[in-house]
Structures are given as structure tokens and as C-alpha cells.
């Protein structure tokens, strides 16, 4: 890698989406990208275009030469629980069971502040190994498990948004909130700590509506709107039995989405995970809030919750993004994630089907995550002002891989094929922060 300066130069084939709100991809195949830290410490993109038109403004700069591979943005993941690593691959007859059976239990754990510092580690060495360089992250309903996660992202120099689960009922010892308010100043005091600090955000995490109070969902709403800068992140409509339970809890909502709108949590920055079962009118509160549905095909199949409908979502102009849901989701590589949806949008519509192009999956992990966040412009794309966060893909990562990219006559093609085909082993480099 590069030795670490102010400002530094990268020659490769280049991928990006010059508008971030559309999928319309560019590529260069001879680029340069050229980044600059500021004083305040963070890194990003100065200029992006063909090397032939850049390089001479840039020929002081040191530059690291990668013809042959790709320079892509950073993926984005919208959902994903770093708590849940060691439950992935776990089987269980839906839902419910597999969070009693396997994901409590583990979860419990990280009341142990050792044990939440070693799982965040390996957690961000996963991440990095697949290209994902952003995620809004589920941590446990301990201080010390979001303590450890941002400690940990803050010693990498990565933008992540993280938070406290509040659950102060339905849920075992040692992860039942033993104070609703106890929870609440909790929570505040731990935005306090670390919303806004380096490139670190705070999400207000009520795990979902069956595990928490009124009185604390109430307090989620009165948090977020004394902080609106921060993110709110919990789980909607995912599981008939779970909508049933909603539903009898709370008797008086209209709906599950219902609940967290009445408690003042459907706002710019609130994402939704799932949102497999929302009708018409959920779907426009949610556009109308500005809030966000983040999409998990790989745990959607595992736990046969449902099939995301794409093709509502779009119609209802319902900002939605990728996620892979670890650990419900079965793998942290995007490109899984991304080979998932294509294949819930074709099934979800029966005969009919609906074929998502790969440049669109690839925007819905980047650059369309990065809006669904709020965090346009900032991360997920390779535009001028954009954080240095990227990765380096070798499209002839595997022989299978380089027999078909070979023989694509498109890039559509060639994106195509590493969507189906791709992993981990496509991830040559991440560059983090321009180091």
C-alpha cells in the first residue's frame, strides 16, 4: 500500500455513479482518483475522470499504479448486527425461535466488555475483507457493547453508526432492560459520547416493538427528537407470526409501522429493516417521513420471512438499500447480498417477475445506501468531496470469474457476473480513510 501523505494519486479502471440518486453508472477504464486529507483528518476524493485528461494537473503526486483492477466505492451495509457473528449459519423453524434459541443467548454475553472488544474485531476484519466500508450496526442492550464497537471502529478510522438496544421486556435476563428510564439515560449519555466523534454516528436502537414498553418506545421518540442528527434503526414487519404479536400488544395502532410513528420514530434517518409486509399506506408514511427500508434478501430466504417487493417499494418512491442482516443473513459479502435480490425481485413477482440490472443492485449497496442513510454525497460513491473510502476488485479474482468477464461484451455483463459469482476473493484492497 501507499505510503500515508496529504495528498495521493491511484490509477486504475474506475467505477462510480456521478448522480448518487441514480443508478446510472460510469466507468472509466483508464481513471485516475486523486484524494486529500483535510485538517480535519479525514480523507476524500479531490478529482475523478480519465488519467490521460488528470494526470498532468496531479504529476507531483506520489501514485500508486493499479492497471488491471477496478477502483469501486466502499459498499454500504443498512442492517447488519455485529452481536449476531457467532449465531450466522444457525438453523431454527423461523423467527422467533431462532432469536430465543440462538440469538439471545448469545447476546447476553456482551455484558463482558473482553468478550464485546474481541467480537468487534474480528466483526471490522470481516467487514473490510468484503469491501464494506460503512454499516448502521445493531450492538446489545449492554453499554459496554457499543462502547467496544465504537472504541474498535474509532482505532480503524471508520465511519460505522452503532447504538444501545433498548428491550425492557419480553426478553431474558440478562438482556431485559432493568429500568426503562435507566435505558433511556443510558442511551443519552452514550450519544453524548460518541455521536459526531470522529466519523462515528449514534443510532437510537429499539430492537422492535414487541421487546420494548410504551413508556420506552415513547422515550425512543422524545430522544430522537431531541437529536435529530442521530439515526433511529429497529426491525418492522418481518414475520407473520411477529405482526400477530404486534398486534396484540398494541391493539389501538393501525398497523406495526403504526406503533413507532405514534411514538415519534418515522423521520429522516430512521431505518427500517425488513418492511416485508407494509401496505399502501405504510409505504407512503414512510416516503412521506423520509424514512428508509433496509433490505435483507439472504435472511429473508433463511428465516422464509418473505420477498421484498421492489416493485411497490419503487412505487411508492420508498427509499430502500441493501443489507445483509448478519446474523440472520447468511454471509457478510455484498456481492451475495446483491445475487439475492436480483433473485427475491424476480420471485416476487411470480410470472411476472422483475429483473433488477446489476448496476442497480450495486447502486442499492453504494451510493443508493448512502442516500437511504442520509449520508449522500458523504460516503458510497467516488465523487469530488465523497470520503476516501474505496475498494480495489480484481474481476479476474477466480479462473470461473475470469473466463466469463472475459468473454462479457458489456459492462452490464461484466457486473452481472461478478454479482452471481462473486466474493470475498474479488476484494484485493480497501482503502480506509485514504490509508
Not at 27 to 55: C, H, M, N, P
Not at 90 to 107: I, K, Y
Not at 287 to 302: D, H, I, K, Q
Not at 306 to 314: P, Y
Amino acid at each position: 500500500m501507499p505510503a500515508v501523505s496529504d495528498s495521493h494519486a491511484y490509477r486504475a479502471s474506475l467505477l462510480w455513479f456521478p448522480d448518487s440518486h441514480s443508478d446510472r453508472i460510469h466507468f472509466e477504464s483508464d481513471g485516475l482518483l486523486v484524494t486529500e486529507r483535510g485538517e480535519d483528518g479525514i480523507a476524500r476524493i479531490k478529482a475523478i475522470g480519465s488519467y490521460t485528461s488528470l494526470y498532468p494537473q496531479y504529476i507531483r503526486l506520489p501514485l500508486t499504479d493499479w492497471r488491471g483492477r477496478w477502483i469501486a466505492p466502499g459498499f454500504v451495509d443498512t442492517h447488519i448486527h455485529y452481536a449476531q457473528t457467532d449465531v450466522i449459519g444457525s438453523p431454527a423453524d423461523g423467527l422467533l425461535p431462532w432469536l430465543n434459541n440462538h440469538t439471545f443467548p448469545q447476546e447476553t454475553r456482551f455484558a463482558d466488555p473482553s468478550h464485546a472488544r474481541a467480537v468487534a474485531s474480528f466483526f471490522f476484519d470481516e467487514l473490510k475483507r468484503h469491501g464494506v466500508t460503512t454499516a448502521l450496526t445493531f450492538a446489545t442492550a449492554h453499554s459496554a457493547s457499543v462502547d467496544a464497537f465504537f472504541n474498535e471502529a474509532q482505532s480503524r478510522q471508520l465511519r460505522m453508526i452503532s447504538g444501545r438496544v433498548l428491550q425492557d421486556r419480553h426478553s431474558p435476563d440478562g438482556l431485559r432492560d432493568r429500568s426503562t428510564a435507566q435505558s433511556l439515560d443510558e442511551t443519552e449519555a452514550l450519544i453524548q459520547r460518541w455521536h459526531g466523534v470522529d466519523r462515528l454516528g449514534y443510532a437510537i436502537t429499539p430492537r422492535f416493538a414487541p421487546t420494548s414498553s410504551e413508556a420506552q418506545l415513547r422515550g425512543a421518540g422524545e430522544l430522537a427528537a431531541a437529536y435529530p442528527q442521530t439515526w433511529v434503526q429497529t426491525h418492522v414487519a418481518e414475520n407473520a407470526d411477529e405482526i400477530r404479536w404486534v398486534a396484540e400488544l398494541f391493539p389501538e395502532s393501525r398497523s406495526y409501522l403504526g406503533v413507532y410513528e405514534s411514538m415519534g420514530l418515522l423521520r429522516e434517518r430512521s431505518v427500517y429493516a425488513h418492511c416485508l409486509h407494509l401496505d399502501a399506506s405504510d409505504r407512503d408514511l414512510m416516503s412521506e417521513r423520509g424514512a428508509a427500508a433496509a433490505v435483507c434478501p439472504t435472511s429473508n430466504l433463511f428465516l422464509d420471512s418473505g420477498l421484498f417487493d421492489f416493485n411497490l417499494a419503487q412505487s411508492h418512491q420508498l427509499k430502500h438499500a441493501l443489507a445483509s442482516d448478519v446474523g440472520g443473513g447468511t454471509s457478510f459479502s455484498p456481492f451475495h447480498t446483491m445475487h439475492a435480490a436480483y433473485t427475491v425481485a424476480r420471485q416476487s413477482l411470480g410470472k411476472t417477475g422483475h429483473s433488477l440490472g446489476a448496476e442497480h443492485v450495486w447502486w442499492l449497496h453504494t451510493a443508493g445506501a448512502a442516500a437511504a442513510l442520509g449520508l449522500d454525497g458523504v460516503c458510497g460513491n467516488l465523487n469530488p468531496g465523497c470520503d476516501a473510502d474505496f475498494i480495489l476488485i480484481n474481476p479476474r479474482a477466480t479462473p470461473l470469474l475470469a473466463r466469463r468477464t472475459a468473454a462479457a461484451d458489456s459492462l452490464q455483463a461484466q457486473l452481472f457476473a461478478m454479482v452471481v459469482l462473486g466474493d470475498d476473493r474479488l476484494i484485493e484492497h480497501v482503502v480506509i480513510n485514504g490509508r
